[in-house]
């Protein structure tokens, strides 16, 4: 039996022996897939991947560290990413170092398959300490006061279970890869392998999850703004799983987020593609001969906020005519200067107010 009280040391190996695969389950499955195929093509249609990338992981970075209450605002955030991290709080630079593990992860699957080593690698560079996998008792999950998990104790209980969830991953079967996923993001929860850090790390691993088996190019699937607007159904059916082997409900539930999530970055997509053409087609008419270029304005579409040498670090102007550059967008209002710290900071405004809305 089952008892939140005790660690939960038997937890069942994958693959799991019952059937997954429920009629409503591939139904959703195949409404999952084509929509984030979709976005796989719409995105590679984007001339400039780095715009939607940084756009994408700064959004999931805020949104999965909120979930764990870790709180700044999305101008602190944009500010903080474009200039000096020491010079703002704590808690924009622990969402930061979320974007940055994102990030380093998708690299380091140019070079090798998602493992053990990779989720400690990104937990380290979430809590910017050494700590590994959790080596002492004591470790529970409460509500209200009230002990509703405890998760495996032992290192190497939690290595063993590590090493299968690691093996299930990479398993050459006929599951479909976003059932997979939501199997897998339980499995990771489950164990709950670290001291703090768990959900971000469990977080990080979907999109890139989702990315090593080539549903994706690039790690833009915003899903931690889903699970946040559905916190209590997330909570309460990974519960489910664990009490009730409530599978069909959990694996609905994750893929109806890939979906929604999909939708809402196809839309997110296309309105940044209008607006930068849009902006292009100004620019244009309204900059002086000597200033306007499209890859100019492509850059400004990179992040909100620009300065001086994001434009001299990609060829297209020295110091001096940068800084003119950017007087001469202001002047026609694509761009709101700001000081910030010792050096002006550009925010691109009507991209600002869409990635914020």
């Not at 010079?87 to 992860?105: H, I």
């Amino acid at each position: 039996m089952y008892n939140p009280e005790k660690p939960y040391n038997e937890l069942p190996l994958l693959p799991l022996h019952k059937e997954l695969e429920t009629k409503a389950i591939l139904k959703q499955a195949i409404s999952s897939n084509k929509i984030l195929a979709e976005l796989k093509g719409r995105a590679d249609e984007i001339p400039n991947q780095s715009m939607l990338v940084n756009a994408i992981t700064l959004q999931e970075a805020k949104d999965s560290s909120e979930i764990e209450n870790i709180v700044t605002t999305q101008d602190t955030l944009y500010k903080a990413f474009s200039s000096n991290i020491s010079e703002t709080d704590a808690q924009t630079k622990e969402v930061l170092r979320y974007r940055q593990a994102l990030w380093e992860g998708f690299n380091e699957l140019k070079n090798r398959p998602l493992a053990t080593n990779s989720f400690i690698k990104i937990v380290q560079t979430i809590k910017e300490n050494s700590s590994g996998i959790r080596n002492a008792p004591g470790t529970v999950i409460t509500s209200n006061n009230k002990t509703i998990y405890t998760p495996p104790e032992g290192e190497n209980t939690i290595r063993n279970l590590l090493k299968n969830l690691e093996d299930f991953m990479h398993a050459d079967d006929d599951l479909d890869y976003l059932v997979k996923l939501a199997i897998i993001h339980y499995q990771f929860e489950a164990i709950h392998p670290f001291f703090d850090g768990n959900g971000r790390t469990g977080r990080v691993l979907n999109i890139l999850y989702i990315v090593e088996k080539g549903l994706l190019e690039s790690p833009i699937l915003y899903l931690s703004k889903y699970i946040i607007e559905n916190k209590n159904d997330y909570y309460k059916n990974l519960r489910n799983v664990t009490e009730n082997a409530a599978w069909e409900a959990w694996i609905l539930f994750m893929l109806k987020g890939v979906e929604e999530t999909a939708r809402y970055t196809l839309n997110k997509i296309n309105k940044i593609n209008t607006l930068m053409h849009t902006t292009i087609s100004f620019a244009k008419e309204n900059l002086p001969t000597r200033v306007y270029s499209k890859e100019l304005i492509e850059l400004l579409f990179e992040q909100p906020y620009c300065k001086v040498k994001y434009i001299v670090d990609k060829g297209i102007a020295k110091r001096q005519t940068a800084a003119e550059y950017l007087n001469e967008l202001e002047k026609i209002g694509i761009l709101k200067s700001q000081k910030v710290g010792v050096e002006n900071l550009y925010l691109n405004v009507k991209l600002f107010e869409l990635l914020k809305n």
